[in-house]
């Protein structure tokens, strides 16, 4: 399967094989995720790659139990500290403790994450992106010893795929693309841009199941609810700011 298809073909593995990942086909993903573009060439980030048994029910309880069955979870976060320890060492300044330095590193750590899902999956490995990183950062940075600085933002479960889950839909190009400018939509393109997920059997069954008018109400009620994502942004960026990533101590 060429770059394209494989791609395209993508799908969410959350059931994995006993089977542990190869030490020199680990390395080789990991090094296609630090060869990604990034801000600078600074590389401000780092992978905690867990392994032990014990440290993945840890992490996947901290994920609401989910990947329990993977034999790797890779956490990517943004690290400024390694960079400011160099430069002390170098006898100069530590300027990257705010918020450009935390949105610089989370693009660089989410660029360094989808080399390593492109790779993953063309070494015949499954793996599932976990948004849940976000709602516990402070739990999850506790279990992995994160120093100041570091902010996990990324978590990818890994391993041979013991599943082979039905292809989820997407988006049609002229939904998302815009061309030269951005063309703000009219009630028209709303209809029309939704309606492949509206009509999508999965999640026709989904509003049946939950007794909801529509599938935004899935999301608005049900999957992330404001008084949830007020809640966990709260949350992040208290832990943020322990992080010393604001610019403000």
């Known amino acids: 399967m060429d770059t394209i298809e494989l ?6 593995i959350r059931r994995f094989k006993t089977k542990a990942i190869e030490e020199e086909k680990m390395n080789r993903i990991l090094e296609c995720g630090m060869r990604a573009s990034n801000t600078g060439n600074m590389q401000i980030y780092s992978i ?17 139990g989910q990947c329990a069955s993977a034999p ?3 956490t990517i976060c943004v690290d400024v500290n390694r960079y400011h320890h160099w430069c002390r060492l170098r006898g100069c300044d530590e300027p990257y403790d705010n918020f450009l330095w935390l949105m610089s590193g989370t693009v660089d750590a989410s660029l360094a ?4 899902c492109i790779a993953a999956e063309s070494e015949g490995l499954g793996f599932c992106y976990l948004g849940t990183v976000m709602y516990n950062t402070e739990a999850i940075a506790e279990e992995l010893n994160l120093p100041k600085w570091v902010v996990p933002v990324v978590t990818l479960a890994m391993g041979y795929a ?15 693309v815009h061309h030269e400018k951005y063309h703000d939509y009219d009630d028209n393109d709303i209809e029309r841009i939704h309606r492949i997920r509206e009509e999508f059997p ?10 909801t ?3 935004a109400e899935i999301f608005t009620k049900i999957r992330y609810p404001k008084k949830d994502n007020v809640a966990i942004s709260k949350a992040l960026l208290d ?11």
């Open 113 to 116: 994450a989808q080399n390593i």
């Open 48 to 64: 905690i790659v867990t392994q032990k048994p014990e440290n993945i029910a840890n992490l996947s309880k901290l994920h609401f």
């Open 162 to 176: 013991d599943e082979e889950p039905e292809l989820s839909e997407r988006l049609e190009l002229d939904g998302v």
């Open 239 to 249: 832990f943020v700011r322990k992080a010393g990533m604001t610019g403000n101590e």
């Open 7 to 12: 791609i395209k073909n993508h799908r969410s």
């Open 72 to 74: 790797a979870f890779l």
């Open 202 to 211: 999965f999640n026709q069954e989904m509003v049946r199941q939950n007794g």
């Open 213 to 215: 008018r529509n599938l």
